[in-house]
């Protein structure tokens, strides 16, 4: 048996005359900028979240640093942002002239933690950026307290979270503003790349779009200096056929995570994901730790099973930030969950007695 990651072609087969023929209308139409596709599409996917503004753009990182320049974070500016996460999310702030300030992660559900982002705020601090990391929703309630005792702008990085609520309430609707992404191998992945900003107030969105195309508001009339970024037609077309299907994809993942959580539970040197009581996880991806990573890793592997590490150095310890001069101890459960963390195979199409021979082969692993 062998068994990757994700399997991107099994989803592909399970729709396949539906996304070829939006690829086929695309082409007769020559929709491949703008067009009627991108508008459905930002409309279609802000009734999916319940959010009144969203605006595509050319992918994820582009969304939150879009997003930065929106609310005029820049120079001068500090933005608390997670230790754990994929590198875009402080890049941006990087990108943008402002310092990312990194704040520790909450054991169990590896999202930023509230309590240690407040002792960080400085006069300089504009903004957080939870990260709902794996697909689990960060602590929002708490963020949102906070950010209204000291006047902080709150940007969701959405990337991993398509789906996930809390209390019924989608991840992108609780902050200011929020960015997705739609890489392919996201929960809800184009044929290329792609991405999009919600916001609560449509000036934040009118602002978000002329910057996103090139400071324009009316044809040849360029207001400030913007950039391109935008969601082709080809990519929207392919999202407004999978959107459809997301909220049963959404389901299947969970069956298969607590297929494995019911299997694996029981096993002693294995932590296994969670969800916080009101948390719906969007099984972006199934994040297990144990000590013995490594050595299972490379079992697991022989056997034909592919695992992942999301990811390998946590963001402070990456050599671009190696001028911020951190020391392991100043996020200590980080520096404890680095060499633990290993991603299991995660997508719809796993098949249960694939979940059962993984959970197996990981059993004997351990006895
Ligand atoms: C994928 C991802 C991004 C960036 O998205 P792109 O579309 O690849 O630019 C940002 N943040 C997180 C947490 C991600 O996983």
Redesign the pocket.
């Known amino acids: 048996m062998s068994i990757p990651l994700i399997d991107l072609k099994a989803q592909y087969s399970r729709i396949q005359p539906e996304i070829d023929t939006a690829i086929q209308q695309t082409i007769s139409q020559t929709a491949f900028i703008g067009g009627e596709s991108v508008a459905q599409f930002e409309q279609e996917f802000g009734g999916y979240l319940g959010a009144s503004q969203v605006v595509s753009c050319g992918?994820?990182?582009?969304?939150?640093e879009i997003i930065l320049r929106t609310l005029n974070i820049g120079s001068g500016d500090e933005v608390l942002v997670p230790t754990m996460?994929?590198v875009?999310?402080s890049e941006v702030v990087v990108t943008a002239g402002a310092t990312p300030v990194f704040v520790d992660v909450n054991p169990g559900t590896y999202t930023i933690n509230p309590q240690e982002a407040a002792q960080k705020i400085t006069e300089r601090t504009k903004a957080i950026m939870p990260?709902h990391?794996y697909g689990h929703p960060a602590d929002m309630p708490a963020i949102m307290q906070l950010a209204e005792t000291h006047k902080l702008w709150v940007i969701e990085?959405c990337?991993?979270a398509h789906g996930a609520t809390i209390n019924g309430k989608k991840a992108g609707t609780w902050g200011h503003a929020a960015?997705f992404?739609?890489?392919p191998s996201?929960n809800l992945g184009c044929y290329g790349?792609?991405?999009a900003m919600a916001f609560r107030e449509e000036k934040h969105a009118e602002q978000a779009r002329t910057i996103a195309r090139h400071g324009q508001q009316t044809r040849h009339h360029h207001v400030l200096h913007g950039r391109n970024s935008r969601l082709d037609g080809l990519q929207a077309a392919i999202l407004l056929a999978k959107l459809q299907y997301l909220d049963q994809w959404l389901s299947e993942k969970q069956q298969v995570a607590y297929q494995y959580t019911e299997r694996l539970a029981e096993l002693a040197p294995i932590v296994c994901p969670s969800e916080q009581a009101g948390y719906q996880h969007a099984w972006?991806l199934y994040v297990i730790r144990t000590s013995e990573r490594d050595q299972l890793k490379q079992m697991l592997q022989r056997q034909g099973i592919q695992t992942g590490i999301h990811y390998p150095t946590a963001l402070p310890f990456l050599p671009c930030y190696q001028d911020l001069n951190h020391q392991p101890e100043d996020f200590p459960i980080t520096s404890q969950y680095q060499p633990e963390i290993l991603s299991l195979p995660m997508y719809a199409e796993l098949t249960e007695s694939q979940v059962d021979f993984i959970s197996q082969t990981i059993a004997d692993f351990f006895n």
Do not use: I, P
């Open positions: 992918n994820g990182t582009d969304a939150l996460s994929w875009a999310t990260v990391l990085d990337a991993q960015g992404s739609f890489f996201k790349d792609g991405g972006h």
